[in-house]
């Protein structure tokens, strides 16, 4: 069991299994954190993932990234260091969802009132920051 912070009100975003290590690594992505821990909840790393804003949704996509979709910006972070790649700014503030990652593109929506959405895509380059 990991402990993160005596705080009841946790939101967890997602659990990423880190590439090259065999399922015995993870990511553990929540609130606007994120942090690196075996299979047996020990801490492998001295490195804290951390989002500038909480995130509404976290996705790990295939160029070795993690996004995470803030009110305000998404965010492009390396998922073995947490190194900020790159931050695309909303127009306006709004909550966006990851839906899934199909060949070179990042398919992801919001919510709008009255039940109305809309559905968006970023196509990715490989290696490097990504495009709208």
């Known amino acids: 069991m990991v402990l993160l912070q005596n705080n009841p009100q946790i939101t967890p975003h997602c659990i990423v299994i880190l590439p090259n290590t065999s399922g015995m690594q993870l990511l553990l ?11 047996y909840g020990k801490v492998t790393k ?5 989002w500038g804003e909480p995130p509404s949704s976290v996705a790990y996509i295939s160029t070795n990234q ?7 910006a ?5 998922v ?3 190194h900020l790649d790159g931050v695309f700014m909303h127009k306006k503030a709004q909550k966006l969802k990851f839906l899934c990652e199909r060949n070179d593109k990042v398919f992801f929506s919001s919510a709008k009132g009255g039940g109305a959405s809309q559905i968006y895509f970023m196509t990715l380059n490989k290696p490097g920051l990504s495009n709208w």
């Open 29 to 39: 992505c929540y609130d606007n954190e994120g942090v690196y821990v075996n299979t």
């Open 66 to 72: 993690i996004m995470g979709w803030g009110n305000k």
């Open 74 to 78: 998404i965010e492009i972070r390396n």
């Open 46 to 50: 001295n490195v804290q993932l951390q």
């Open 80 to 82: 073995d260091t947490g």
